[in-house]
C-alpha cells in the first residue's frame, strides 16, 4: 500500500461510465488518485501492467470479461485489495467474490459516503496490519508468519495470502489457543461493525482452510459454533 504521505490510488472497473464518471469525480474530491477503465479486459490489464495501484473497485456484470473473472486472474498475480460492487440482495456475488479473494463487496446502489467510509476501512487495516506485523514473527503448529517478508508457510510449504486472509491468521496467531470472535475479526481486520447474516468472515476463514488444507490434513483453525474461530496450539 502507499505511504501515509503519498495520494492512495483507485482503479475503478465497472462499464456504467455515467456512475464511474461521477464517482471519479468524487473520489479525487476526497483526496484520492483515480483511474477507471469501462470493461474488464481493460481493468485487467490496468491492473496488472500498468502503475501499481492501492484498490480496486470491481463489478460484477460487464461485458467482455465480468468481475469473476477479473479477479480470479488477478489473483493468480497479485494481492491488491479488491472491494466488489454487487447487485442489491444478490448472495451468490458476494459469496462468490469473497470464495475468489475479494476482501469487501459492497450493493448497488450504495451511498458514496459509505463507499469512501469502506475504502477507508480497507486502507486503515492494511496499514494497522502493516504496523503490527513489523513487531513480530510467530511460528505455532508448524504455521510461520513472517512479518518483516509478509509471508507465510506452513509445514515449510509457502502460502499465498490475500491481505484480508494474512490479517485474520495474524489475528488468529496473536491469540493462538483462544477464541477469536466474528465480532473482533470484523472489527479489527475488516474495520466494520458486525452485521446480522454477514458471511464475509466465514468465506475468508474458509479460503485461509483451504490454503492450510493444500499444505497438511491437520485441522488447524477450529470453528467455535456461533461465537467464532480459533488457532489450536497442536495438532
Known amino acids: 500500500m502507499a505511504a501515509s504521505t503519498t495520494t492512495q490510488s483507485i482503479l475503478i472497473i465497472d462499464d456504467d461510465r455515467e456512475l464511474t464518471d461521477m464517482l471519479k469525480t468524487y473520489l479525487e474530491g476526497s483526496g484520492y488518485q483515480v483511474t477507471v477503465a469501462n470493461n ?3 481493468g485487467l490489464e490496468a491492473a496488472t501492467t500498468g502503475d501499481p495501484v492501492d484498490l480496486i473497485l470491481l463489478d460484477v456484470m460487464m461485458p467482455q470479461l465480468d468481475g ?5 486472474k488477478l489473483r493468480i498475480s497479485h494481492l491488491t485489495p479488491v472491494l466488489m460492487l454487487t447487485a442489491r440482495g444478490d448472495d451468490y456475488d458476494r459469496i462468490l467474490g469473497l470464495e475468489l479473494g475479494a476482501d469487501d463487496y459492497l450493493p448497488k446502489p450504495f451511498n458514496h459516503r459509505e463507499l469512501v467510509a469502506r475504502i ?3 486502507f486503515r487495516r492494511l496499514e494497522l496490519g502493516s504496523q503490527s506485523r513489523q ?8 504455521i510461520a508468519l513472517s512479518t518483516s517478508r509478509q509471508s507465510v508457510t506452513c509445514h515449510d510449504k509457502s502460502m499465498t495470502l490475500t491481505n484480508t486472509e494474512f490479517s485474520i491468521l495474524h489475528l488468529l496467531m496473536v491469540n493462538a489457543g483462544q477464541l477469536v470472535t466474528k465480532e473482533d475479526i470484523s472489527q479489527k481486520v ?3 461493525k458486525l ?3 454477514d458471511r464475509s468472515i466465514d468465506m475468508h476463514v474458509s479460503n ?6 493444500e499444505t497438511t490434513q491437520e485441522e488447524k483453525i477450529k470453528t467455535i459454533r456461533g461465537a467464532g474461530y480459533l488457532l489450536r ?3
Open 233 to 235: 496450539m497442536a495438532p
Open 195 to 197: 452485521q446480522a447474516f
Open 68 to 72: 469473476f473473472e477479473v479477479l480470479k
Open 208 to 213: 485461509l482452510r483451504k490454503k492450510i488444507a
Open 120 to 122: 477507508k476501512a480497507i
Open 190 to 192: 475488516l474495520g466494520k
Open 135 to 142: 513487531q513480530q514473527d510467530i511460528t505455532i503448529n508448524n
Open 40 to 42: 474488464g479486459l481493460e
